[in-house]
């Protein structure tokens, strides 16, 4: 299954501020997707970064709050944009792979915890 | 994509085998039924993955029955380390994507 790195692992933010979060993979996929976990919650989709185009978000989510980049098939980008509290939870990144069962499953990155005060 | 529903959280002790069983009423033909397993800190992980009857690895066993309408992910001997989330999932593959529900929190104890 392919490796993914996360950058930052976790961050202190300021409310108002803008994050960009690094999704780096050790192959080449044709979709990468983002999700969020709140505290405590379980995982929610954000959206998925197609390469050459733009991204495909989840209801009640939007471009202008979370910008995606994915400028090539191993690389992306999320940005948080113009945080307050509510925005503190782990980012993931994911990639589809092969199950057992040769369905698609997903790979996780290690996630980017962050904190706005 | 197909709902699935499971306990919020369930017990167990060292050495024992859990079953965690997962409804999933409205599941398509073409669904498969995924399990992952996540650590406070760290991103799901996946474990094993089944289209129906029984399927099982080094880690874990899934038993599907004639319906498909439920799953149970089996995880023989526990041990502390057990200790985590532990999330149901249907969906095709096709997209790529998948849902997730609540998941079930399994602690084990000494």
């Known amino acids: 299954s392919a490796v993914i790195s996360q950058k930052p692992s976790r961050d202190i933010c300021q409310r108002g501020t803008s994050l960009t979060i690094q999704c780096q993979v050790d192959?080449?996929?044709?979709?990468m997707f983002w999700y969020r976990q709140q505290p405590g919650q379980s995982l929610t989709l954000i959206a998925t970064a197609n390469q050459g185009s733009e991204a495909t978000y989840e209801s009640g989510f939007v471009i202008d709050k979370f910008p995606i980049s994915r400028p090539n098939l191993t690389f992306s980008t999320l940005t948080v944009s113009n945080m307050s509290p509510e925005d503190s939870s782990i980012y993931l990144c994911?990639?589809?792979?092969?199950?057992?069962?040769?369905?698609?499953?997903?790979?996780f990155g290690a996630g980017s915890r962050l904190t706005v005060l | 994509l197909a709902k699935t529903t499971q306990p919020i959280s369930m017990d167990s002790y060292e050495g024992q085998e859990v079953n965690i069983t997962c409804s999933h009423n409205?599941?398509?033909?073409?669904?498969?039924i995924t399990w992952y397993q996540q650590f406070p800190s760290q991103g799901p992980r996946f474990i094993i993955q089944g289209y129906k009857t029984k399927v099982t690895n080094e880690v874990a066993s899934l038993f599907i029955p004639a319906d498909r309408k439920s799953s149970t992910l089996s995880l023989p001997r526990v041990s502390l380390s057990d200790t985590a989330v532990y999330y149901c999932?249907?969906?095709?593959?096709?997209?790529?994507?998948?849902?997730f529900g609540q998941g079930t929190t399994l602690q084990v104890k000494p």
């Open positions: 994911s990639v589809p792979g092969q199950g057992n069962s040769g369905a698609n499953v997903l790979t």
């Open positions: 409205n599941i398509a033909t073409n669904d498969y």
């Open positions: 999932l249907v969906g095709s593959g096709n997209t790529g994507k998948l849902i």
């Open positions: 192959s080449q996929v044709t979709m």
